[in-house]
């Protein structure tokens, strides 16, 4: 049984620094809260009364992200929970996306009321409370993601909006070359060589040989294409290797290929705080708007700009906040969250000569996903594939099915 015993924890590696991050935020809208209610009850103004229980607001919508934070913290390693408390970050995240969206509905009701039936506006209270409240917000902003950015490993990668892309720099007598794994939507990869600097490089002296751990080499010709070398044959995963790359009658440069699939944002934001920072966010952007709409009005007398400010802020957040539902809902589902990914898996078993019977692919929580892979092979065993896959480096949980269809299916969950 000690087989079957791994750990089921899916917390984000800054789980505790983020729960930390929103209770210091909660505490600054806590006393400005409590401030302008003070203020606004002994200097009798109506206004910062209303804002201060407007802050209450935004400080329950925090409060929510830290109990989501400390309980999935507390919890993670409660058996009850099978896939660990990952996703309850998650969940928070719809229920805050929820909550702004009630917000965008009200605020643009009261802004619509306010054009058909204009009120009075107090501009020497209401310009420096507005003011008073982007500061806040602007203060949360930075509490929340200024000093909490995640460390972005881009030095020796690029991002063309479809693949993350490795890139080694190759000197050589022609001329600085550019060696990536050209990964195009479902094309097959291949290696690309391209120049990086001024020369010419005859395409029958160009070769690269991989060397894989278990000591397998393979042997990659290239041919030009366009402004470019490409290798004529595909690359199997999984793309974790070392690179012998030949140039001309030169020594081979040794290059290292690393499989470090970082899914990008979908598969590690952590939807919890995302939901906290757009909380923020969006309060800063209606302060902003609100600003300006006082502003305008006061100095030309357009009064219908503040509710015109209003209704842009509405707007604003309903965008905001569809676009967290969506997000937080595709996880809450179970959707596959990331295709490139389930691509690789297919191509790391097709490649080996099998067939790919079955392959479910989803979240448990922030940076770690799951995968039950079914594979039918008359030539590899359950172990095999078990290190193949261990290279993928965000599949925190992996349950292989390995059938022959001469004996009954091995079925074994792997850390």
């Known amino acids: 049984m000690s087989d079957f015993e791994h750990s089921h924890v899916f917390l984000a590696p800054d ?33 910062l009364v209303a804002d201060g229980l407007h802050m209450s607001t935004h400080a329950g919508a925090l409060l929510l992200a830290a109990l989501a934070y400390r309980y999935s913290r507390r919890h993670a390693r409660d058996p009850r929970f099978t896939f660990g408390t990952g996703k309850l970050g998650d969940l928070a995240g719809f229920t805050s996306a929820i909550v702004l969206a009630m ?28 003011c008073l409240g982007l500061t806040v917000n602007l203060t949360s902003a930075w509490l929340l993601s200024g000093r909490g950015h995640d460390h972005h490993h881009g030095h020796g990668h690029v991002d063309d909006g479809h693949a993350h892309q490795e890139v080694h720099a190759i000197s050589s007598p022609g001329g600085r070359w550019l060696l990536t794994i050209d990964e195009e939507g479902a094309a097959p990869p291949h290696f690309r060589l391209q120049s990086g600097a001024a020369g010419r490089l005859r395409i029958d002296q160009a070769e690269i040989e991989t060397v894989r751990a278990d000591g397998s080499r393979q042997l990659f010709s290239l041919a030009r294409e366009g402004g470019f070398l490409k290798s004529r044959d595909a690359i199997p995963e999984p793309h974790e290797f070392t690179a012998l790359v030949r140039l001309g009658g030169h020594p081979p440069q040794q290059v290292r290929f690393e499989e470090d699939h970082h899914g990008h944002s979908r598969a590690h934001r952590d939807n919890n705080m995302q939901a906290a920072i757009i909380h923020v966010a969006a309060d800063a952007a209606v302060s902003i708007l609100v600003i300006v709409g006082l502003v305008l009005a006061r100095v030309f007398g357009w009064l219908w700009m503040d509710p015109l400010a209003g209704i842009i802020g509405a707007l604003v957040i309903a965008s905001w906040s569809y676009g967290l539902i969506r997000d937080t809902t595709a996880i809450l589902l179970d959707m596959n969250p990331d295709t490139t990914l389930a691509d690789k898996l297919r191509s790391t078993v097709e490649g080996q000569g099998d067939r790919l019977t079955d392959l479910h692919l989803w979240r448990v929580g922030p940076g770690h996903l799951a995968a039950i892979i079914g594979i039918a092979t008359q030539r590899h065993d359950i172990d095999y594939y078990r290190r193949e896959l261990s290279r993928f480096k965000i599949l925190s949980h992996i349950t292989l099915e390995v059938s022959s269809g001469r004996s009954k299916p091995e079925l074994e969950p792997t850390p």
């Not at 620094?17 to 109506?46: D, Q």
């Not at 009321?113 to 310009?127: D, G, M, T």
């Open 15 to 47: 789980h505790e620094r983020s729960e930390r991050k929103t209770r210091a935020v909660i505490g600054l809208c806590g006393v400005m809260m409590i401030a302008e209610i003070i203020g606004g009850v002994i200097f009798g103004s109506i206004a």
């Open 103 to 130: 917000i965008a509905i009200l605020i643009g009701y009261e802004a619509v009321a306010r054009i058909l039936h204009p009120v009075a506006i107090h501009f020497a209270e209401a310009i420096p409370i507005a």
